[in-house]
Nanobody
Framework: QVQLVESGGGLVQPGGSLRLSCVVS????????MGWYRQAPGKQRELVAH???????NYADSVKGRFTISRDNAKSTVYLQMNSLKPEDTAIYFC??????WGQGTQVTVSS
């Protein structure tokens, strides 16, 4: 059973930074693409970034240059470093294991 546990969300002022973490268990982590998605109130869930097993990355246009996805295969963990946060980044952020499993989500709120 694949399980994903996110952490690191919270309340931050515009221009601030947060680092999300997602620890994966029950899977050969290094074999899989991992992703971060987000869902704002009243909107559909959208891809933020993904990272392949060999650490190639892809980002949504809205976060390019501000967010960085990375992975530590030894710790079965994927990270999302979020800098220069904007109010429109406010959402629940979900970790996704490309075998089809989701984390429970972590709330990120950007507000002054």
């Amino acid at each position: 059973q694949v399980q994903l546990v996110e952490s690191g969300g919270g309340l931050v002022q515009p221009g601030g930074s947060l680092r999300l973490s997602c620890v994966v268990s029950g899977s050969i982590f290094s074999n899989y693409i991992m992703g971060w998605y987000r869902q704002a109130p009243g909107k559909q869930r959208e891809l933020v970034a993904h990272i392949t097993s060999d650490s190639r990355t892809n980002y949504a246009d809205s976060v390019k240059g501000r967010f960085t996805i990375s992975r530590d295969n030894a710790k079965s963990t994927v990270y999302l470093q979020m800098n220069s946060l904007k109010p429109e980044d406010t959402a629940i952020y979900f970790c996704y294991h490309f075998s089809g499993h989701w984390g429970q989500g972590t709330q990120v709120t950007v507000s002054s």
